[in-house]
């Protein structure tokens, strides 16, 4: 079981300005995210108004007595710093990968964290899906990308659905039961707009242009989905989405082994735990009712996931 930083945890935005900007530059700032505690270090004044926006509610400390990571956004000290404005991801010190445009910073820090979590976290199953709990109930949404996942992901979290994760679903093998992120939704071109209607008062981080996926740019997590992170939910549905432009919403229910096969396809980890991951995902399968769904508009989708709810519904339940 990962320790848990409990000293002086406030939420981010709490922290006066100074102590923050010095905490991040010093690498002294820490943010507790869901199980994990990530230690941060910048000095990038971008990224720290990223942080400061979209992870504001997240608990924060200075100087943790533990973290499971220490990652940092930073300048490259070789000589690309200059021919071209870049930056570069590190975790424990290390560079994973190859330095980005200066521009994409903050997408940098979601992407670098992904890599570091599916890298090591093998004490869960790690699956490449969205993940939402509601009335005790909770649906795991993996899909390719260009399904329109994260789209349909911010709509329910942004209807009443509880945002456990958009991109990482972290599964209890022994017990399947899933633990939250509520990390900031990874939205993309055409996506962007459409939820920025869908919910004015939302908030957002930056646009990062010409990216590898074009457009992107991260919504925050809603307010109730942060305060009940550590709540753990238990799957009930299997769905995998897809987007078509028109047509109307359509839940088919999915034959199991088919679903065993394209899960295994969306799991970060599922050869490093070997046995254990064989079992898990077929008793998480067996747990679950399992559904293709297409859909083209949020509010159609949203009708379909709250008769899921109506649904599961038992009679003790109205009494």
Known sequence: MTPVATDGLVPLEHLSRDVFRVGLAEGRLALQIGPLVVRVQTVLPDVAHYLRGVYGQHPACIDPSFADFTI?????????????????????????????????????????????????????????????????????????????????????????????SDELTLIDPSTLALHGLARPINLKNQSIDLIRSFEPSARWGPLSYDTTKGVITHLAAPLHSVEHVRQKAQPRWLVFPRYVAGAEPLLAPRNKAQTFASFVQNAFNYSVLGETGFDATGRLIDACDCFDFEYSKLDDAIEVFDWLIEASRSPADDR
């Open 72 to 164: 940092e956004v930073r300048k490259p000290s070789n000589l690309r710093r200059w021919f071209r404005r870049q930056v570069e991801f590190a975790v424990e010190g290390e560079t994973p990968f190859e330095p980005l445009p200066r521009s994409q910073a903050p997408a940098l820090f979601e992407w670098g964290l992904n890599w570091s979590i599916a890298a090591s976290c093998h004490q869960w199953l790690m699956v490449h899906a969205a993940c939402l709990e509601r009335n005790g109930h909770a649906v795991i949404l993996p899909a390719p990308p260009g399904s329109g996942k994260s789209t349909l992901c911010a709509a329910l979290s942004l209807r009443g659905w509880r945002l456990l």
